[in-house]
């Protein structure tokens, strides 16, 4: 991650979440950006097209979606930081890639910026695609990080973040982030840039043998039922690290909450107003905002449980998706409830109060019900 | 550039050979000793060998990856001694655009049969044929789904008999087969287009000329290379290998006549690009000069 007072002061700018994306993620050492024009992620695109070139890098725009991710597999197959960007249409033609990349542990970034769904849906923020992320997103057994920046200066640290996870696990890796974080713009401090040639070398790659080694062979296809078996064991091995590891979450005023709000992205800047406006009016409420949505940030949650909350309230751009790993999180030792609006309609800071103010009414820990213990 | 001819691992010591004898004919190094899985009278492992003596020949075995498709030939990874990838199905063209931008000094080659090259993987095969990929594609059209068992393909002729169009292909509900050479053809990327067959010692040398000249135009970066060759699926067809031999020369060859499509060099140019602006001479934009 970038250091505020380190870096030079031309490091320090105003950009829009998209271009941010596309500036942090060639910092990280990638030359290789395939995609497909789709709305709202096209500045990230246009951003990747006037400036890959110069500095040698290639952007090629695909003839589709599912060429766009295959051409990552290859690129990332021959040993590239390689990257492909869509939103949620154009990510659905994307799962059968992700799947291949999965499982011949081909490691590339794929970035959503979300909009809704399903169908052809609309074009504005929305989180609906959290299913799709976090579970298998092709056919399969397999995960990958999936990581949602809340801000444009987290669009820059984690996308950095996911190339470096992608190439230390041999999976392809997700940023999760929305139509209203791709469009807004704020003030960033942008990552140093790194040399390709100074990233860890990758000896599985297909780079042409120099009749020096035995061929390297990138698959995904074992006939043999107990080899695939063994293959998959040891895949989820590696995710059983990275759930141990990599779980990431930012706590805002949780210290002593009854409630948690879980929210990530943009519906968790909302919240963080609503949360602002409960706590003037006594209620002990707080924001647990997941910044790895896969791993889920289990960990967190349990303990915020064990700290004594009592409640969490999972708010999201969807008719309800995060939910179901909060309640797994919770394990019923917490209550758990969700609020969300869909197609594009972003809650106010009101609305959230309201629910706030409802569920600590209704789980005994409105101001009031608390003065009469 | 040749290699000097030994004896593949796995008939060293089965074969003894003599002072002063000389080995005049062995496995290419480039296919590995693995046993091939087609069945007995099937022509990829001749199109296999073709494409191993060409790498041997060219002596870019350390320099080549190659693509695997899904199909028949799908474990070909396993045959090649070559870096290899397996790509979804008719993702190959696609995937092989990822590695040859990466390594655009590597010979990078593509090899696929009719369903994935023709059918689920049309768009990846002619964008990457429009786009001049520097990169060389064997299209083995047997005009019929082996791996999956003989399923209608988009080259089977009209009125044969597959699983799918078990009372014959009838070409006024299913259409008409295509023929790749000639749509590849008419577009500006490809720079080497020939279509060979493999059912006599004379196709079969054609074969080898026009698969090593694929390889060779990618190592003089003249641009897409892509050779047809018309094979058959005893197995699917249902008869014996010199039967479906016939049957080929009845019926494929007359549907996919044999021959050169596009060959920029032949035309005197030095590679697709060139070719392409002559053809748009006319178009004032098309001939803007660019900067390097």
Known sequence: MADEKSTPVEDRVLMKGNEVLAEAAMRAGCRYFFGYPITPQTELAAYMAKKLPKIGGTFLQAESEIAAINMVYGAGAAGARAMTSSSSPGVSLKGEGVSYMAGADVPGVIVNVERGGPGLGGIQPSQSDYFQATRAMGHGDFFMPVLAPSTVQEMADLIYLAFDLADEYRTPAMILADGMIGQMMEPVTLPPARDPESLPKKPWATTGTHMEREHNVVNSLYLTPQKLEDTNRERFERYEKIKATQQRQELFMADDADILIVAFGASSRIARTAIRRARDKGIKVGLLRPITLWPFPEDAINQAIDGGCKALMSVELNMGQMVEDVRLAAHGRADVSFYGRTGGVLPTPEEILDQIEALAARIGCAPSAKAGE | ?292
């Open chain 2, 1 to 292: 550039m040749a290699m000097e001819k030994t004896l593949p691992s796995y008939q060293q010591d089965r074969i003894k050979i003599n002072d002063g004898e000389k080995i005049v004919s062995a496995r290419p190094h480039a296919l590995s000793d693995k046993v091939f899985n087609f069945c007995p009278g099937c022509t990829h492992g001749i199109v296999h060998r073709l494409v191993a003596e060409a790498i041997d020949e060219l002596g870019i075995e350390g320099e080549t990856i190659g693509i695997s498709p899904v199909g028949c030939s799908v474990m070909n990874y396993d045959f090649f001694n070559c870096d290899m990838i397996e790509a979804a199905h008719g993702r190959a063209p696609a995937v092989a655009t990822g590695v040859k931008r990466v390594h655009p000094d590597k010979i990078v080659f593509a090899y696929q049969g009719d369903g994935d090259l023709a059918s689920i993987g049309t768009a990846e095969t002619v964008h990457a044929a429009t786009r001049g990929e520097h990169i060389t594609v064997i299209f083995i059209n047997n005009a019929i789904y082996g791996m999956t068992g003989g399923q209608m393909a988009p080259t089977s002729l009209p009125n044969q008999v597959t699983q799918t169009s078990p009372y014959g292909r009838d070409v006024s509900k299913v259409g008409f087969p295509i023929r790749m050479s000639e749509l590849l053809a008419t577009l500006d990327g490809p720079a080497y287009i020939e279509r060979v067959a493999c059912d006599t010692t004379a196709h079969i040398r054609q074969a080898k000329k026009a698969i090593k000249k694929a390889f060779e135009n990618q190592v003089n970066g003249v641009g897409y290379s892509f050779v047809e060759v018309v094979s058959t699926c005893p197995t699917n067809w249902g008869m014996t290998p010199q039967a479906a031999f016939e049957w080929l020369r009845e019926n494929m060859l007359p549907y996919y006549p044999l021959g050169v499509y596009k060959d920029v060099v032949a035309d005197g140019f030095d590679d697709a690009l060139g070719a392409a602006a002559a053809r748009a001479a006319d178009c004032p934009i098309a001939q803007q000069k660019r900067e390097a």
